[in-house]
């Protein structure tokens, strides 16, 4: 599906282009060149709403040639507002009734004007302050300080959970009587929240998204990947966000800043990558933020790879649907912190082992759904079981239930006892099964860490071998009658898991995924010194993306289970990927392709 493509304008820039006509002109000249649709115009941010007459003269300049409906940055702060909180931006509290006022008047203002509001990623309770702190504690019933609240978010369980209940509580309430009044002003406006990237913390400031989907009319998502991240999670963080709000999904909204220093743009790669994911997403709508960074020199390159990509996605449209075959990860939404397990997804998901979402009631028979430490606390290894999927069990789930002893979790794994289950390795080498040690030495360290479990019985898939050359299981199969259960120490640490474990680990996950997906990417060679990341596969049910983010050709063989896909000799689209040489095996097919460097193709099946 080809999505509409939008620009959204925030504030300071919608200012700049009502008063300086050839900024205007110039800006409505990229839009047209590059092929924009819509325009969304921002009254608010930073405590300042501009006037309903700059917005009608804002209108006025796009509306000949484009859409047009508004913005709003509630959530961030401004002097005179109320209360505060200094992150890396100062926001606003939303518990304090002040700040409520402001932001339910910017919001009157736009829907007064347009038929569509969409708001910016800042609403969120972000918060701790002491009138925070006195409607927690008489919520539950504590008697905590703020330094003791603060310091029990970070240690302990149940308040954890409670917190996220309160801020969730607390953001669904006002947010309604945000909608309320936009409602009062026009009955026919839209709002539409727009959350952000940061997905792991959604719950605990507030943004409980089954929620938030009942409140307002629709959902966009913050699909921005920063330098140093993985920018699969572009992607999978919309399949993410589907699988909890189902049809309320909207669109998928990323910017050009890298992250580390915002002033500064993100390389024109990486840019080009999130570009790249959020059209593969599916989403109806994607929009780049915001309007005049565009027109900026520092942006040009950005500009010109995001048309080039445009150009080549005309395509590929036919292709993109939004449901997605992959190892399932749970459309759930945990309060607890997840120190090894954030953005698991996106990792595996660079790997080449495709990752998608589905609410915990889909889950059925021939689905392969990851446990992590966060949702081992909240869903039953055994109703998942149950269900008749199977589950990989990641290496911090299984130390989160050796440490707080979760012996339904235990006992499918085979782990006897809670006290010195644990330990850590260091890994030299790793084995798979019935072949050779393997290591990965050239040029680089090649000792790593990998977690130990005291695991009593299974089939090892995996061994890791440390520097007295004894093996322990990184990788562990347990049989329960026809389930399933994959235990994989080796995904504890991740950054080592995608760069510095040799390549038959991360391998050893594919041939897993390939099971269940029925497509896989595996080297070329079994060198020692082969890599194979940053290549990541995208499954519909009739075609595949096959997704190139490094920085020259990549030679993979591509294996198709035709069970599975009834494909015979895989047919590329765009040119982008070329196929070398067939083999055919079974109800295999193993073809050897060529995809460019810093590129999209797609396979019709």
Request: proline letters at 3%; glycine letters at 8%.
């Amino acid at each position: 599906m080809k999505p509409k493509l939008a620009m959204y304008l925030a504030r300071h820039s919608v200012e700049k282009v009502v008063s300086n006509g050839s900024l205007a002109g110039g800006l409505v000249e990229l839009l047209k060149d590059v092929g924009f649709e819509k325009v969304y115009i921002e009254n608010y941010r930073d405590g300042k709403t501009l006037d309903f007459k700059i917005i009608e003269s804002a209108v006025r300049v796009f509306e000949r040639d484009f859409e047009v409906s508004g913005g709003v940055a509630i959530g961030t702060w401004g002097e005179g507002l109320g209360e505060n909180a200094d992150w890396w931006h100062i926001v606003a509290c939303v518990s304090d009734e002040r700040n409520q006022e402001v932001f339910a008047k910017a919001v009157e203002l736009q829907a007064s004007i347009f038929n569509e509001v969409l708001i910016d990623d800042f609403w969120a309770n972000w918060c701790y302050s002491q009138r925070d702190v006195n409607a927690f504690n008489a919520m539950f019933g504590f008697k905590l300080s703020r330094e003791e609240l603060v310091k029990k978010l970070l240690s302990d369980p149940v308040v954890e959970s409670l917190w996220a209940k309160y801020s969730a509580d607390l953001l669904t309430r006002v947010s309604q009587a945000i909608v309320d009044r936009a409602r009062d002003a026009n009955r026919n406006v839209k709002v539409i929240l727009k959350v952000a990237e940061w997905r792991e913390m959604f719950y605990h400031r507030g943004l409980k998204l089954d929620a938030m989907a009942r409140v307002f009319d629709g959902i966009y998502i913050g699909t921005e990947s920063r330098e140093g991240t993985y920018r699969y999670g572009s992607l999978f963080i919309v399949d993410f966000v589907r699988g909890l709000v189902g049809e309320k999904l909207y669109g998928a909204w990323f910017d050009s800043y890298n992250g580390y220093e915002i002033p500064a743009p993100i390389s024109p790669n990486v840019f080009v990558e999130q570009l790249w994911f959020s059209l593969l997403s599916g989403v109806k709508e994607v929009t780049f933020f915001q309007g005049l960074d565009f027109v900026r020199e520092d942006r040009r390159e950005h500009v010109e790879k995001a048309k080039n990509t445009l150009k080549q996605f005309q395509q590929l449209y036919d292709y993109i649907k939004p449901s997605k075959r992959g190892v399932v990860s749970l459309a759930i939404q945990t309060p607890f912190a997840k120190p090894f397990d954030n953005y698991i997804e996106d990792v595996l998901g660079s790997l080449g082992v495709p990752v998608t979402s589905k609410p915990l009631e889909s889950i059925a028979k021939g689905d392969l759904a990851i446990l992590d430490e966060g949702s081992v606390m909240t869903v039953s290894l055994a109703k998942v079981l149950e269900r008749g999927a199977d589950v990989l069990l990641t290496g911090a789930a299984i130390k989160r239930a050796v440490e707080r002893c979760l012996g339904d979790v235990l006992a499918l794994v085979h782990i006897d006892k809670c006290d010195g289950a644990y330990s850590i390795a260091d890994a030299i080498a790793f084995a798979g099964r019935g072949g050779d040690a393997v290591s990965r030495s050239h040029r680089r360290p090649y000792a790593y860490p990998v977690p130990v479990f005291e695991f009593s019985d299974g089939e090892p898939l995996l061994h890791a071998v440390d520097e007295k050359g004894r093996r322990h299981p990184a990788l562990v199969l347990f049989r329960h009658g026809e389930s399933r259960v994959y235990a994989a120490p080796i995904t504890m640490y991740l950054h080592n898991l995608y760069k510095d474990y040799p390549e038959v680990v991360r391998q050893a996950l594919r041939d897993i995924a390939f099971e269940y997906v029925g497509v896989k990417v595996e080297p070329v060679s079994t060198s020692s010194a082969t890599e194979l990341s940053n290549i990541s596969l995208v499954l519909y049910d009739d075609a595949m993306a096959l997704v190139n983010m490094n920085g020259f050709d990549n030679v993979i063989n591509l294996v198709i289970n035709r069970g599975v896909f009834k494909a015979t000799r895989p047919s590329p689209v765009n040119g982008n990927l070329s196929v070398v040489s067939v083999e055919e095996s079974g109800e295999v097919t193993r073809a050897r392709v060529v995809i460019k460097r810093n590129s999209v193709d797609f396979i019709k099946f």
